[in-house]
């Protein structure tokens, strides 16, 4: 017997509808607030009809297709008989036989994990014939000949942009798990996802950049970069800290860490439990970090040799000022490495050992290999980038952002265009990603010298190559010990390009490799026990990383401990704890100091 309808629930549904009623015209009014927004915010901008300069790639990509129709005709095939295989699946399953999907995920693709794509029968439809299409454009894009290297880097990177774009997950109606919050929610979601939407396309005049974190979940020096310290030396390019020490003893040779300047300092010290930072004092060293300046256009005429001079030697001046060492052991990050590695040619050249034991992490010096990012320092790219820095004086932080989250687009956009948009929530309070969100900018004498003569013509590895101080740099006559990590899955130094220091450099080398990718594989504090690293005993010189990860050995768990067992015989005996309060040099405030919190300054009409 059919159960009765009440007055009550007519009543519940009637209520239902006029909150979906309500809240549709809420959205059909932000839309065109959102419309409004975006109009006015390119009205007066400068129309590129190619601001990626990929067009000439995918011009020449298609002369080649056209010209052998035939291996386009039967790749055209492949992809219809896939299709009638995902048809016939899903006609067995709808009788009762059990299947295998034509095509899954590949490991690792975050997408598809709601149940919904595998047990609804029309969404792992949408989700095979999607997945399937995206590998046949991806495979044809790779499988044309003729392109020269560069063209065909170009053509599928960005032609995996533009799959990833079209995926399923990343629209209303092919959505399963936007479609039942929204039945649940009555449509609130889009309402709130909309004001996200306009709130971030307000904060990033025009360009969309999802938040990555709630807004006011960190703070740097409440929740982040909170290992105590002082600022003990500062000039116009960075502030020197100098932390706390938690051990009455500590080793004679203080560690200055030089970090990369296209992000902040405070990677290394994120919260308590993850700070490498931290961890370091704790093991008994003196640490030292440059905090570098956030530059505007006052920095205009800053070059590579100002991050050297008033960055790395003016350190190294300010501790011994301090604390009356002369000598000290050494950290460079990425391109803080790069510069450690010149510095290091440029003490060698004048005669100078201050820096007795050095270690690099994910820091490339020969940049033949240097992964995707050699895909936006062609000479296009670059005149693009020059244009954008003459115009601002600088290179707006959020335009390097944007570089970097392309690398890894579903995670670092998508993703956030799902849950922020569709979905209407908040992000997840995660202090790496707001670490990530805090950009830089980059003076443009420094940063054309950096892509044209490092990514462009590869001039650091050649001995001569370059001058800087008026001394040619020969990284060959480094000749102190050096330590060199690089994480297996790093897609901004690969480990094979990192790997290469230790041929160019004479001195005694040990590479490492750990587990996961260029932030997570450096940020791995023991306690975690996450990931795992390869060493290798032996002592002679590997041609190649292949070479030497033949023989390489895993071990579970974080490689600091590894690394400390290195530094630790090369940092000199045990001495009384240092006071930062106490050196030579009067603290100029507490750490992390100022120019860590201080914001990229947005450019002109960018």
């Given at each position: 017997m059919a159960e009765k309808w009440d007055s009550s629930q007519t009543n519940e549904l009637m209520e239902q509808s006029k909150e979906f009623s309500e809240n549709l015209s809420r959205i059909t009014q932000q839309s065109q607030d959102i419309l409004n927004e975006f109009y006015n915010s390119q009205?007066?901008?400068?129309?590129?009809?190619?601001?990626?300069?990929?067009?000439?790639?995918?011009?020449d990509l298609a002369a080649k297709m056209s010209a052998d129709p035939a291996k386009l005709i039967n790749a055209q095939a492949a992809l219809w008989q896939g299709y009638v295989d995902i048809w016939r699946n899903m006609a067995n399953a709808a009788g009762g036989e059990e299947t295998k999907p034509v095509i899954a995920p590949e490991k690792g693709d975050k997408r598809f994990k709601s149940e919904e794509w595998s047990k609804n029968q029309i969404f792992d439809y949408i989700k095979q014939t999607y997945l399937l299409t995206a590998k046949w454009v991806n495979d044809t894009v790779a499988d044309v000949e003729g392109l020269d290297d560069r063209a065909r880097h170009k053509v599928d990177f960005y032609t995996k942009q533009y799959t990833d774009a079209l995926s399923p997950t990343n629209f209303f109606?092919?959505?399963?798990?936007?479609?039942?919050?929204?039945?649940?929610?009555?449509?609130?979601?889009?309402v709130h996802g909309l004001e996200n939407l306009l709130e971030d396309l307000k904060t990033g005049r025009g360009q969309i950049n999802p938040?990555?974190?709630?807004?006011?979940?960190?703070?740097?020096?409440?929740?982040?970069?909170?290992?105590?310290?002082?600022?003990?030396?500062?000039?116009?390019m960075m502030q020197l800290l100098q932390f706390e020490p938690s051990t009455d003893k500590v080793y004679k040779k203080p560690l200055l860490i030089t970090p990369p300047w296209i992000n902040k300092y405070y990677i290394l010290d994120l919260k308590q439990e993850n700070s490498f930072i931290k961890w370091c004092v704790d093991q008994g060293y003196t640490v030292f970090v440059i905090s570098w300046i956030n530059p505007d256009e006052k920095h205009i005429d800053r070059t590579f040799e100002s991050y050297m001079s008033e960055g790395i030697l003016a350190a190294l001046d300010a501790i011994e000022q301090s604390i009356g060492e002369t000598e000290v052991t050494a950290i460079g990050y990425c391109i803080g490495g790069t510069l450690m590695s010149a510095t290091l040619a440029y003490l060698a050249a004048i005669g100078e050992s201050r820096i007795t034991a050095c270690t690099f992490f994910a820091a490339q010096m020969d940049f033949e290999d240097a992964g995707e990012l050699l895909l936006f320092t062609d000479e296009e790219q670059i005149l693009m980038i020059e244009r954008k820095m003459e115009t601002a004086g600088f290179l707006e932080g959020r335009?390097?952002?944007?570089?970097?989250?392309?690398?890894?687009s579903n995670d670092l956009i998508w993703s956030f265009v799902i849950n922020n948009y569709l979905m209407g929530k908040d992000p997840f309070p995660f202090d790496l990603l707001f670490w990530n969100s805090d950009t830089t900018n980059m003076p443009p004498k420094m940063h054309s010298f950096y892509l044209r003569n490092m990514y462009q013509r590869n001039l650091l590895q050649e001995p001569g190559g370059l001058t800087l101080g008026g001394q040619p740099i020969d990284l060959s006559k480094v000749k102190i010990p050096i330590f060199v990590q690089a994480s297996k899955e790093d897609h901004i130094a690969p480990f094979e390009s990192v790997f290469k220091a230790t041929r160019l450099m004479s001195g005694p080398a040990e590479f490492?490799?750990?587990?996961?990718?260029?932030?997570?594989?450096?940020?791995?504090?023991?306690?975690?026990?996450?990931?795992?690293?390869?060493?290798?005993?032996?002592?002679?010189?590997?041609?190649?990383?292949?070479?030497w990860m033949a023989d390489a050995e895993e071990h579970p768990g974080s490689w600091w401990p590894h690394w400390h067992k290195w530094l630790s015989k090369k940092s000199g005996a045990k001495v009384a704890a240092r006071n930062p309060s106490k050196g030579k040099l009067k603290p100029l405030e507490d750490a992390p100091g100022s120019y860590v919190k201080t914001k990229a300054k947005p450019g002109k009409s960018q």
């Open positions: 009205k007066n901008a400068d129309f590129d009809p190619d601001p990626l300069n990929i067009g000439g790639a995918f011009l109606w092919s959505n399963p798990d936007v479609l039942k919050y929204t039945l649940e929610t009555k449509g609130e979601n889009l938040r990555m974190v709630p807004e006011g979940a960190f703070e740097v020096g409440r929740n982040v970069a909170v290992t105590p310290g002082k600022v003990i030396y500062q000039n116009d335009n390097m952002a944007t570089t970097f989250n392309m690398l890894r490492m490799l750990a587990g996961s990718g260029h932030i997570a594989g450096v940020i791995n504090h023991p306690d975690a026990n996450k990931y795992q690293h390869w060493v290798n005993g032996s002592k002679r010189k590997y041609e190649t990383a292949k070479d």
